[in-house]
């Protein structure tokens, strides 16, 4: 539940209301929004709601107690009704403008990852990305090169200005890879490892949670919000394809998931075409549609010679597509940031007190 507080409500009050969550067992998380303060009440409630509701409501400074139904809190827009807005370096995430992250998939030298890192800065990249760890389905495929990639990762970032975004799989490699990298990823085949989403939730890097291939936007939603109760609010989601009896394409690109989110949460989303349909040529048609349905940006793979890369071969982009596929999406971008959401949506969200449709433009 959310205990909504009264705009004029003092330190005190609001402090009076957090000690007495915490006399009933629970948590409280607050957010403190433009205008007023709301404290999400995390835990095991139970039977106790009517109880609560009652006890919690006749607090000074407290003006109404909402019952959630939906089982994820912290990431609902009814918690934040602002987008969250991630600044890392010079890239800012979910204010309204694209975030193009791109690279490789592996690092795979430095020579490699310099020419990538240059060419995507000079087009207007936002993030620069390379897999150190790999997740591959074959272990005898290339693991990728561990922290000799970290270290060329952080070189490529002296070098351009760029934020660097790479993988990590398990909780022993957190604090190496976040020593090195601006944010965390977490993969798709890592998105219920709870252990590690509650590690990374304990650093001071933003994470982008990739969907994993067969979890529905309830449990994708649940796993960021292991991330945020354990202290990282800076959250991105990042769609990457759901697997589906499609075989032409690598997974099916969910893109209805796109504005659903930005419904249901104020977190950034990002759309990953790469991982996705895993064909180079499909990347360039579902990163603008993307962008169309208002995505906050998108990841893309780009190699010097795709044809030669160590991974996903088939699906990276060459440096000239990375540079048309800019020139075409940036003008995508401009068109769909003026546009104004569904007014039935719209209207629909208004009672949750959020912006709906594509109104977060
Ligand atoms: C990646 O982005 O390098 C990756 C492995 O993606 P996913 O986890 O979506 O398969
Ligand atoms: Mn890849």
Request: charged share 20%; with cysteine; proline share 6%.
């Amino acid at each position: 539940m959310f205990v909504v507080m009264a705009k004029t409500a003092s330190e005190a009050e609001i402090l009076g209301v957090k000690s007495q969550i915490l006399a009933e067992g629970l948590t409280p998380y607050d957010h403190v929004g433009a205008e007023r303060v709301v404290i999400a009440v995390v835990g095991e409630i139970g039977g106790r709601k009517p109880v609560l509701v009652d006890r919690l409501g006749a607090l000074a400074g407290v003006e109404t107690v909402t019952p959630i139904s939906r089982p994820f809190k912290l990431t609902s827009r009814e918690f934040r009704p602002e987008d969250t807005v991630i600044r890392v370096l010079d890239a800012v995430i979910g204010d309204g403008s694209l975030t193009m992250m791109a690279g490789p998939c592996s690092v795979e030298s430095r020579d490699q990852l310099f020419e990538t890192a240059d060419v995507v800065k000079d087009a207007g990249a936002t993030v620069l990305r390379g897999g150190a760890f790999k997740p591959r389905t074959s272990p005898y495929a290339f693991q990728g090169l561990g922290v000799e990639a970290l270290r060329y990762l952080a070189e490529a970032r002296d070098r351009t200005g760029l934020p660097i975004i790479t993988e990590v799989m398990e909780p022993s490699q957190v604090d190496i890879v976040a020593e090195y990298a601006d944010i965390l990823q977490i993969g798709t085949r890592n998105m219920q490892n709870y252990s590690l989403l509650r590690d990374v939730g304990r650093v001071a890097r933003p994470v982008m949670l990739k969907r994993g291939y067969g979890a529905t936007i309830e449990e994708w939603l649940m796993a960021a919000e292991y991330i945020i109760s354990s202290g990282n609010p800076n959250v991105i989601l990042c769609e990457r394809g759901i697997r589906t009896f499609e075989t032409y394409t690598r997974n099916t690109m969910d893109l209805s998931a796109v504005p659903l989110l930005h419904h249901l949460t104020h977190l950034p989303v990002i759309v990953d075409p790469s991982h996705a349909t895993g064909k180079r040529w499909l990347v360039k048609p579902l990163a603008i549609g993307g962008v169309a349905v208002g995505a906050d940006g998108v990841m893309v793979e780009v190699h010097p010679t795709p044809d030669q890369a160590l991974s996903d071969a088939e699906q990276q982009l060459t440096l000239d597509q990375f540079r048309d596929l800019m020139a075409d999406i940036v003008p995508v971008h401009e068109h769909v940031r003026g546009l104004h959401g569904d007014p039935v949506e719209a209207g629909a969200a208004a009672s949750v007190g959020a912006g709906g449709g594509l109104a977060k433009h």
